[in-house]
Nanobody, 130 residues
C-alpha cells in the first residue's frame, strides 16, 4: 500500500523558515519523481518543487532561491526546506510521487496527479503571517 505522510507544517511569521518532511512507502516503482505542491482553498494546485530519481531538481519561479527540495538516499523521506517565507506561501502543502505524465512542462506534473500510479499525501498546513 502506497503511503505519503507529510509533517512539519505550522504557523510562522514572514521571513521565518520551516522544514517539511514526507515519509514515502510502498511505491511500486523506483522511477517516480517526488515533488511538493500546494493548494489554497478555491485556487488551483501549484507545483512547488520536484526531484527525480537521479537527484535533479526543479522549482516553481515563485519559490526559486527560497525553497530547497531534497531526499534521503533510499528515497524514503522527502524534504522541503522553506526560507524567507511570505504570506503568499500560506497553503496546504502536499508531497506527491509521479510516474505517469501527460504534461511535461516545469511543474506541470501537478496536472497529472489523477493518472494511474501517481500518488499524493493528505498535506500539512503552512500559515505565514505578516
Amino acid at each position: 500500500q502506497v503511503q505519503l505522510v507529510e509533517s512539519g507544517g505550522g504557523s510562522v511569521q514572514a521571513g521565518e523558515s520551516l522544514r517539511l518532511s514526507c515519509r514515502v512507502s510502498g511505491l511500486p516503482y523506483t522511477g517516480h519523481t517526488l515533488g511538493w505542491f500546494r493548494q489554497v482553498p478555491g485556487k488551483e494546485r501549484e507545483g512547488v518543487a520536484d526531484i527525480d530519481s537521479t537527484g535533479a531538481t526543479e522549482y516553481a519561479d515563485s519559490v526559486k532561491g527560497r525553497f530547497t527540495i531534497s531526499q534521503d538516499n533510499a528515497r524514503n523521506t522527502l524534504y522541503l526546506q522553506m526560507t524567507n517565507l511570505t504570506p503568499e506561501d500560506t497553503a496546504i502543502y502536499h508531497c506527491a510521487a509521479v510516474v505517469s505524465h501527460r504534461h511535461f512542462g516545469n511543474m506541470e506534473w501537478v496536472l497529472d496527479l489523477q493518472l494511474p500510479d501517481n500518488y499524493w499525501g493528505q498535506g500539512t498546513q503552512v500559515t505565514v503571517s505578516s
